[in-house]
């Protein structure tokens, strides 16, 4: 890989590199930060899984099977805002996306409590779902776009 094309992968992925010897050190370089941040995204989209399993578990299951951590509008929130947070580290450029699944996700598992005996469904409820989501995800975006303001992506290549 040249100069050239190192270059445009590194603003293309972000990295913050410093280099100041070999065109190798930054290939190695940029390889490891490239690895890492494939990894937290990897840990991210699985933590989205898990909070998604969870969620349609406590959505669907009889009442009496649901975890109960106090007042039911906070279990929702809280639930659907670590998933929203999950959702955009997960896929961190691409917010209608997230936004949109975290909103269907919300509004269908909502829609299927009418097929399940015992249980309600309220326009309040699904509303609360969809906003916690969406807050999460916006508290992600909102956090990414400050930290690359005062943690500026910088990239120094060798000369030569």
Not at 1 to 14: F, H, I, P, T, V
Request: some cysteine; aromatic content about 6%; glycine content about 8%.
């Amino acid at each position: 890989m040249d100069q050239a094309r190192l270059l445009e992968s590194a603003k293309q992925y972000g990295s913050y590199l410093v280099i100041n010897s070999t065109l190798e050190d930054a290939r190695t370089c940029f390889a490891g930060l490239f690895a890492l941040r494939t990894a937290m995204t990897l840990i991210s989209r699985i933590a989205a899984l898990a909070l998604l399993a969870v969620i349609v578990f406590a959505t669907l299951s009889p009442i009496q099977m649901r975890p109960h951590l106090g007042d039911p509008d906070f279990e929702r929130a809280l639930a659907y805002v670590l998933f929203g947070v999950a959702m955009g580290l997960g896929f961190p450029n691409r917010l209608a996306g997230t936004v949109t699944i975290v909103v269907v996700v919300a509004t269908v598992l909502e829609l299927m409590q009418l097929l399940e005996p015992g249980r309600h469904a309220r326009l309040s409820d699904g509303s609360l779902k969809a906003l916690a989501g969406i807050l999460g995800i916006v508290v992600v975006h909102l956090s990414l776009l400050v930290a690359s303001r005062y943690w500026p992506r910088k990239l120094t290549l060798p000369a030569g």
